[in-house]
């Protein structure tokens, strides 16, 4: 099992950038694909960004190309969203989860979340 815990959340102003970290607990970090989602007031979860478990691939949804970027650390069991740019639609509490292996943009393919943190960007 693996336990996670979200930071680097905030109160921001559009074209800004944050970087949220996702900090794991347990010795197989290194197994499991982090992916980031994101839930808006009065929408479903969606997923944003994905990393696999040796971080040799990513997956990056349309809206976020070019503005975030994911990476990992498995020596420091963290995995980091940069986020330029960043625009009032970008605002929801960002989840990340974990699963074995690979990235799904599916939800409920993920066993392992973490609380979220919020992210606010005005306009």
């Known amino acids: 099992q693996v336990q996670l815990v979200e930071s680097g959340g905030g109160l921001v102003q559009a074209g800004d950038s944050l970087r949220l970290s996702c900090a794991a607990s347990?010795?197989?970090?290194?197994?499991?694909?982090i992916a980031w989602f994101r839930q808006a007031p009065g929408k479903e979860r969606e997923f944003v960004v994905g990393?696999?478990?040796?971080?040799?691939?990513?997956t990056y949804t349309d809206f976020v190309k070019g503005r975030f970027t994911i990476s990992r650390d498995n020596a420091k069991n963290t995995v980091y969203l940069q986020m330029n740019s960043l625009k009032p639609e970008d605002t929801a509490v960002y989840y990340c989860?974990?699963?074995?292996?690979?990235?799904?943009?599916?939800?409920?393919?993920?066993?392992?979340w973490g609380q979220g943190t919020q992210v606010t960007v005005s306009s």
């Open positions: 989860a974990a699963r074995p292996w690979a990235v799904s943009g599916t939800s409920s393919e993920y066993p392992f």
């Open positions: 347990g010795r197989t970090f290194s197994i499991y694909a």
């Open positions: 990393i696999s478990s040796s971080g040799a691939s990513t």
